[in-house]
């Protein structure tokens, strides 16, 4: 059962999301928020999988709350997923600097925001598609590499570890690496264990950043080139 915190300072999203992600067998809605504050105090009393958070909140917004529940030296961190009606890079961008593990519109499709929940709470980042490309581009092009990442992935990862950063960043599953590298998925998973705190990350999404980050993948429609899986 994935244990979830919602988080918004809107009744009726709270009421919305609840009764969404509430009539899925696998999911348990423990905790409703109404501002960062409350949000803080509840994360760690209930101790949730997903801590499904809004941007703009009284008291604490959502990034301040995503930097206290992902810090860096937070042992036991809790997965964000960011909903918001917001789509300014600005936000994006420091929902992911904070460490949120996944980033979506609350226009989104229902079956996309309960899969996106199920994919947080499994370590699997997600990103709105429509988001995307603007949004690695401009991150790449308007942050500085920070301490954690400064790296590249030659010398830091194993060459499997390299392909299969690759493959993730082109969007495909663990089964879909898998199929590509013709290895089992509990070996994808095993190398994915082993990959994400050698390069300072928690979650599938934040690989994908760094690895656009320190130019190991192209960014979509830059004249860079990443180098192919297995080069």
Request: proline share 5%; net charge negative; glycine share 8%.
């Amino acid at each position: 059962m994935i244990r979830v915190l919602i988080a918004d300072d809107q009744s009726l999203v709270r009421a919305g999301l609840s009764a969404l992600l509430s009539a899925e067998d696998d999911i348990d809605v423990v905790g409703v928020a109404e501002d960062g504050v409350q949000a803080l105090e509840l994360a760690a009393e209930l101790r949730p999988d997903v801590a499904c958070l809004d941007i703009r909140m009284p008291g604490l917004d959502g990034i301040e709350v995503t930097r206290e529940l992902c810090a860096p030296g937070e042992t036991d961190p809790i997965p964000v997923l960011i909903l918001t009606t917001f789509d300014l890079d600005d936000y994006v961008f420091g929902a992911l600097e904070a460490g949120a593990s996944g980033f979506l519109l609350k226009d989104a499709e229902p079956e996309i925001i309960i899969n996106a929940v199920r994919q947080v709470a499994a370590g699997q980042g997600t990103i709105d598609q429509a988001l995307t490309r603007r949004i690695l581009r401009e991150f790449v092009q308007r942050r500085q590499l920070q301490p954690v990442t400064a790296q590249r992935a030659d010398g830091v990862l194993t060459a499997r570890e390299r392909e299969i950063l690759l493959l993730l960043a082109q969007g495909m599953s663990n089964e879909e690496i898998a199929a590509a590298l013709v290895i089992e998925v509990s070996t994808v998973k095993s190398h994915l264990a082993r990959m994400l705190p050698k390069i300072g990350v928690r979650s599938r999404l934040q690989a994908v950043v760094w690895a656009y980050q320190n130019r190991v993948v192209a960014v979509p429609g830059s004249p860079e080139a990443g180098a192919a899986p297995g080069a």
